[in-house]
């Protein structure tokens, strides 16, 4: 739910906003860019299952609280997008 609307692509990976996109030469736009969400609140219930750890059961919804690593200083330019 609602997070800002970003515009992600292998030159921009951390996305630019919907201002930033359009700011771009028209014949830049839409080269390989897909539209994400950027610090949305995601609520999950199930089956939960990742390659970084064993699948998870929940049940009933359950909010998730994103990794904050993108927060340090040294990693600035780190961008948690989905």
């Known amino acids: 739910m609602g997070?800002?609307?970003?515009?992600?692509?292998g030159k921009y990976p951390?996305?630019?906003t919907v201002a930033e996109y359009y700011r771009?030469?028209?014949k830049e736009r839409g080269r390989g860019f897909r539209m994400m969400k950027r610090d949305a609140t995601v609520y999950v219930?199930?089956?939960?299952?990742?390659?970084d750890h064993k699948?998870?059961?929940?049940?009933g919804?359950?909010?998730v609280l994103m990794n904050t690593e993108n927060r340090a200083k040294a990693?600035?330019?780190l961008a948690f997008l989905d």
């Open 14 to 16: 951390a996305g630019l």
């Open 45 to 51: 219930r199930g089956e939960i299952t990742h390659r």
């Open 24 to 26: 771009l030469p028209e």
């Open 61 to 63: 919804g359950h909010r």
């Open 55 to 59: 699948t998870v059961y929940l049940k």
């Open 75 to 77: 990693m600035r330019f």
């Open 3 to 9: 997070g800002e609307t970003v515009y992600v692509s």
